[in-house]
């Protein structure tokens, strides 16, 4: 049980530590933010750029800490101070190597169902002011997986042991049904909990303990995972906080105030969070203890309260009182056709974290108005599909989401580059993927052969020209409408009036997912995905048995589901058929990863040749002034690692967005050598 200590009165003594966990008085600070100016009044002012030391870094923030609990929280703000403050046992270096942190070394067994880390022995745990309080040991991380798995402690973080670890969701599961008991008898709707267990036909004689859990301390410095099912991935699992360490001890001290604020943690990272005052600052300072100080390049960063840092933070940056801000679409346009501020604004990386594709729906369930049957008898035509991908001009339609750095957003797979890298390579440039990656698709010769050819096809079937082409929107995605009547017109201007008939149509502005797309009211739209493991499993997940993106299901997958039975062809049932016999395939091949990622590319190869899904681009990065370097720092698609301030330099200048493209493609060209020495 919790030791639950007064939120008015939270202060320890824990191991001869007098910690104060008090909360500030947020409202008698309100007056201390930075005073409010507009841009068109500072826009004549002389330009300062300017940090007042070469290792302190500023920025504001406007949304506050709901919690500095790590252990249950997982929003990305409020990971940010985590990621700082705590290291796991691995990290990333500025190319996504994974590199010893806390472990100083791994080794994973033949199948990959157990994970050995050996670790790093002398790092310390430390309060805000930098003094150790204890050493930092393999227990660390069984109690933190002990908290994260017991129901009671409600973390939000749970579902990154579920199917990976053993036993993890068996012991949450009875630890739920525990807390549901207690419950139960608290409100007086069962007598005793065995009563509760009685009635609910639970044998509480089956459960498990912990120690059957698949994380152990072998001893002080040795730990051990053991997988559920072998976990070649699992390198790029531990890259979330989920599976940060925590000292057990202060952790049942604290009870329900640990993470309340920054007196009420201990800090094993790069930083320490030395001061807290909620809607007014934070600030960071490097840790004195460090084990890893010479990675440590900015000693302090602070982070400052506004409620209009989207507003202010370019006034603020030009005036020198803060080292970045977001230059938002509603001021982009001019910061790039000022000649004083061209060159201080610049383009972030693509968020290679997020893949979008456009897909067809194989079994609508949109109204009869827009001609359900006639759909099913173009969809099913290949001909039909390929002539709407080689048709699309992606970037023509990319450039409606960001004008400048186009480019950098196209996708021609389902996996991004630079996402997963298997035996010395990128994914996307395995055998069976590479023709897809180095191609643009756009063809309108080819769109306009395969044209002719469904035309023809569809004729002859039965169906009805134009082809009515439903693509619904979400109106919540910023500038999702202009992208889609790009689309619309210049796939009718190529392909013919009286081919197809797209036709855009705002959803619902709420639950636009729920409503559209897991019900199936469209014929072709944009979907994304967002992977969190570096693995090409990851990347198939959206086609799989029952999906809900493009309902490819067979009919004997159907058998086992509440779907109707909506008929499809016998070619595109065998396509279908096929895609799954090669992920199925592909699954499980575990023990050598070179096969294992030629297996998951020729899948979705097969899936792209056939015009199932079209490939579209990944999430754009945005715009920012700023004095960071973006090519420093920590590189990972999934995780904390980006989050991190450890290995950040920062720059004499700002760098304009032609230096940035520049200096991107120089990135990628260094990540594929880095790689290609595995």
Known sequence: MKNVLSFALCGAVFLGLTISCTNADTNARQNNKPETESPTETAAQEITIGSPGDDIFRTLYSTEYATLNYLVTSGVHELEAAANTIDGLIEYNNYGEALPALAESWLANEDYTVWTFKIRQGVKWVDKYGKAVAEVTAQDWADAARYINEALNASNLQYTYEGIILNASEYYSQTTEILDAETAVSSGEAASVDDYFAAAGIDPSAFIS??????????????????????????????????????????????????????????????????????????????????????????????????????????????????????????????????????????????????????????????????????????????????????????????????????????????????????????????????????????????????DKAKAELIASGAALPIKVLMPFDPAKPDRDKEYLAVEQQLE?????????????????????????????????????????????????????????????TDERKVLSDIPVINKSE????????????????????????????????????????????????????????????????????????LRYKGVKLLEKPMSNDEFKEAYVEWKADWAKVHASY
């Open 210 to 451: 912990f120690e059957d859990v698949g994380v152990k301390a072998l001893d002080k410095y040795t730990l051990e995972y053991t997988m559920a099912v072998p976990v070649p991935y699992f390198i790029s699992v531990l890259s979330y906080a989920s599976y940060l360490p925590v000292y057990g001890p202060y952790l049942e001290e604290m009870g329900d105030n640990f993470g309340m604020d920054n007196d009420c943690l201990l800090y094993n990272g790069a930083y320490v969070m030395t001061e807290y005052e909620p809607n007014v600052k934070r600030v960071f300072i490097a840790n004195p203890l460090y084990w890893d100080k010479g990675k440590v390049y900015i000693q302090e960063y602070h982070h400052m309260y506004n409620a209009d840092e989207v507003t202010l933070g370019p006034v603020m940056f030009l005036r020198g009182e803060v080292d970045e801000a977001y230059i938002g679409e509603h001021i982009l346009d001019t910061w790039l056709a000022n000649p004083e501020t061209k060159g201080l604004v610049r383009g972030n990386k693509p968020d290679i974290a997020n893949s979008y594709f456009y897909v067809f729906n194989f079994e609508p369930r949109f109204d009869a108005v827009y001609e359900p049957d006639n759909w099913i008898m173009a969809v099913n035509n290949e001909n039909f599909r390929q002539s709407i991908m080689f048709g699309m001009d992606r970037i023509k339609a990319l450039a409606e989401i960001d004008p400048y750095n186009t480019r950098l957003l196209l996708n021609n797979t389902v996996t991004p580059e630079v996402s997963v890298v298997g035996a010395g390579k990128d994914f996307t440039r395995y055998d069976a993927l590479k023709p897809f990656s180095d191609s643009d698709y756009f063809d309108e010769a080819k769109a306009l052969e395969y044209r």
């Open 493 to 553: 201007a190529l392909l013919g009036a009286d081919f197809i008939d797209i036709i855009v149509e705002a959803g619902p502005s709420t639950w636009f997912s729920n409503e559209v797309r897991r019900t199936g009211k469209f014929a072709f739209m944009k979907c994304g995905w967002s992977a969190s493991y570096a693995d090409p499993q990851m990347w198939a997940e959206p086609f799989s048995y029952g999906n809900s993106y493009n309902f490819m299901y």
């Open 571 to 642: 070619e595109t049932q065998a396509i279908v058929a096929g895609y799954y016999a090669k992920t199925d395939a592909a699954k499980t091949l575990v023990t050598d990863i070179d096969a294992r990622f030629e297996a998951f590319a020729e899948a979705e190869a097969f899936l792209i040749q056939h015009a199932i899904i079209v490939p579209h681009s990944v999430g754009p990065g945005g715009y920012t002034a700023s004095l960071r370097d973006p090519f420093s720092g920590m590189f990972a698609p999934y995780g904390l690692p980006a």
